[in-house]
């Protein structure tokens, strides 16, 4: 009797401890903090992200580009398929860039963005000035549509990896030539203009038969088409993305009115002689009206 007591106190004692040791367990597991997550949810501490002054001290592993890895382990907190727009499992300068101006100024959400369908096109690879060479005036019209984010996100890295941003600037706000996010069009707004101005160039444009609309800088713009810019499905993209940001949909921007534009920009060079002639002394310039078209 004594030996079969015994036996069923160290039965519920064995019981009574792994009970304990799974009670512990569970609470242990409950408390322990979550493992960064890089998959499409959002975490809820987004807002917490600290993104790296310099892409390169991200590099750990010096090759140029910054793997999940290390991105993750620069940035706990980010959902890194937010960040890696193009989904190539690296986040690269563009999208370093992109993501340290979303979260500076508050934008990041920290989600994965919907990506809409982008339509291969006819002709993408095609020369754009021998595009221009074929069309007739006025018939070129952008295959893309504006408000497609996905193919607009791409324009902007057409337009950074073409190097366009060393003179309107990173996110087309100017520098040392016009802004592309003002809604000023200084040939005109339509499709066809845009795509023959960058692929031609200010000086073959003028003689092809259009004028400026807009005084807000005579500086002529150098050709992009065949050189520069050798894909018109990339130009396309460029132009796509540019629209995006100017808020007049295309109906109101087509109905726009058409200034005279000679005497638009002898207004614009007499308000800004004096500050053009600092950098182009006190002779005849580019900037005078006398050479201004």
């Given at each position: 009797?004594?030996?079969?007591?015994?036996?069923?106190?160290?039965?519920?004692?064995?019981?009574?401890?792994?009970?304990?040791?799974?009670?512990?367990?569970?609470?242990?597991?409950?408390?322990?903090?979550?493992?960064?997550?890089?998959?499409?949810?959002?975490?809820?501490?987004?807002?917490?992200?600290?993104?790296?002054?310099t892409y390169e001290s991200m590099d750990t592993s010096h090759t140029g580009m910054v793997t999940?890895?290390?991105?993750?382990?620069?940035?706990?907190?980010?959902?890194?398929?937010?960040?890696?727009?193009?989904?190539?499992?690296?986040?690269?300068?563009?999208?370093?860039?992109?993501?340290?101006?979303?979260?500076?100024?508050?934008?990041?959400?920290?989600?994965?963005?919907?990506?809409?369908?982008?339509?291969?096109?006819?002709?993408?690879?095609?020369?754009?000035?021998?595009?221009?060479?074929?069309?007739?005036?006025?018939?070129?019209?952008?295959?893309?549509?504006?408000?497609?984010?996905?193919?607009?996100?791409?324009?902007?890295?057409?337009?950074?990896?073409?190097?366009?941003?060393?003179?309107?600037?990173?996110?087309?706000?100017?520098?040392?030539?016009?802004?592309?996010?003002?809604?000023?069009?200084?040939?005109?707004?339509?499709?066809?203009?845009?795509f023959r101005l960058v692929s031609l160039g200010s000086k073959k444009l003028q003689e092809s038969?259009?004028?400026?609309?807009?005084?807000?800088?005579?500086?002529?713009?150098?050709?992009?088409?065949?050189?520069?810019?050798?894909?018109?499905?990339?130009?396309?993209?460029?132009?796509?993305?540019?629209?995006?940001?100017?808020?007049?949909?295309?109906?109101?921007?087509?109905?726009?009115?058409?200034?005279?534009?000679?005497?638009?920009?002898?207004?614009?060079?007499?308000e800004h002689r004096a500050l053009a002639k600092v950098c182009h002394g006190n002779t005849s310039?580019?900037?005078?009206?006398?050479?201004?078209?």
């Amino acid at each position: 009797m004594l030996r079969k007591t015994l036996y069923s106190f160290t039965a519920f004692a064995a019981f009574a401890v792994a009970g304990i040791g799974l009670a512990l367990a569970t609470n242990s597991s409950a408390s322990s903090p979550a493992a960064p997550d890089s998959s499409g949810a959002a975490p809820a501490s987004a807002a917490s992200i600290h993104v790296p002054a310099t892409y390169e001290s991200m590099d750990t592993s010096h090759t140029g580009m910054v793997t999940e890895k290390e991105a993750m382990a620069a940035m706990p907190n980010l959902n890194f398929k937010a960040a890696d727009e193009n989904g190539d499992g690296q986040l690269d300068r563009v999208e370093y860039l992109d993501l340290q101006s979303k979260v500076a100024d508050g934008t990041w959400t920290n989600q994965v963005a919907k990506t809409e369908v982008v339509n291969q096109i006819t002709g993408y690879d095609d020369n754009p000035v021998d595009v221009v060479t074929k069309a007739p005036k006025g018939s070129l019209k952008n295959p893309y549509d504006p408000k497609n984010t996905t193919v607009a996100s791409e324009g902007h890295e057409q337009f950074l990896n073409h190097g366009c941003n060393a003179c309107h600037g990173g996110n087309g706000g100017g520098g040392m030539c016009p802004p592309l996010n003002n809604g000023v069009w200084i040939y005109g707004p339509s499709d066809d203009t845009l795509f023959r101005l960058v692929s031609l160039g200010s000086k073959k444009l003028q003689e092809s038969g259009f004028a400026r609309t807009s005084p807000e800088t005579p500086a002529l713009m150098p050709q992009q088409g065949g050189t520069t810019i050798t894909k018109a499905g990339d130009l396309w993209k460029i132009i796509t993305w540019i629209k995006s940001m100017n808020t007049k949909d295309q109906a109101s921007i087509d109905r726009a009115p058409i200034l005279n534009s000679r005497a638009a920009v002898e207004v614009w060079t007499a308000e800004h002689r004096a500050l053009a002639k600092v950098c182009h002394g006190n002779t005849s310039s580019p900037w005078d009206v006398t050479s201004a078209r």
